[in-house]
């Protein structure tokens, strides 16, 4: 059964500042997903990452994969409020069915 | 990406009535999901909607209390049958194209 941890589940960051959130997940994949949460909303595709070493930016997001490891990371550079939203990682399983992560709150400060 | 609507976009229930989410792609999809968001919590999907034969349910559902129909490329209903305060959730359509994978606005459910 795949499992995917993400952490951690709560991030309170101030703006400017950098952090990453990490995407752990149990078994091989060839597919993962990085979405976004704001309150009250739908996901909102962040990135796709399809390979070992695949690396994606948009903004001051940046995201990457690591197959052998089983890991992604989530990085957020100089951050600013406008990214307070709910993170999650989803890894593609058989079927092309998702499981996701817990998800991160990030909470950007001023 | 495809443009994925949903209706409703929210709804209060009654225990032990039924509801029906549409959702509806405005091009054709290869493949369609159902996803279930409770309060506070990550996303868990319920089926893959299959186009012409029954939907594929993940551990934990069942057709009785979720059936889905597909009757074609670009729609599917999730029904939500003799509901409960525990059903009050977020439910989700989603659609894959090539890489990519998209949801729809969802729809929020409560249940009193």
């Known amino acids: 059964e795949l499992k995917v941890e993400q952490n951690p589940l709560f991030l309170s960051m101030q703006e400017g500042k950098n952090y990453t959130i990490y995407c752990n997940y149990s078994t091989t994949s060839d597919r993962l997903y990085w979405y976004r949460q704001d309150p009250g909303k739908s996901l909102e595709s962040l990135f796709v990452l399809l390979s070992n070493g695949a690396v994606k930016q948009e903004g001051r997001l940046m995201a990457s994969l690591d197959t052998k490891a089983r890991l992604s990371t989530l990085h957020i550079t100089a951050a600013v409020h406008d990214l307070s939203a709910t993170y999650f990682c989803?890894?593609?399983?058989?079927?092309?069915?998702?499981?996701f992560g817990k998800g991160t709150l990030l909470t950007v400060n001023p | 990406s495809a443009v994925i609507s949903q209706k409703p976009s929210r709804d209060i229930c009654q225990r032990g009535t039924s509801l029906t989410i549409q959702c509806q792609v405005d091009s054709q999809v290869t493949m369609m999901f159902w996803y279930r968001q409770q309060p506070g919590q990550s996303l868990t999907l319920i089926a893959t909607?299959?186009?012409?034969?029954?939907?594929?349910?993940e551990s934990g559902f069942v057709i009785d209390k979720f059936p889905i129909s597909r009757p074609n490329l670009t729609f599917s209903t999730l029904t939500v049958s003799n509901m409960s305060p525990e059903d009050s959730s977020i439910y989700l359509c989603s659609e894959r194209t090539s890489n990519e994978q998209f949801f729809g606005p969802g729809t929020r459910l409560t249940v009193l």
């Open positions: 989803a890894v593609a399983g058989s079927n092309y069915k998702l499981t």
């Open positions: 909607a299959n186009q012409g034969s029954e939907a594929t349910y």
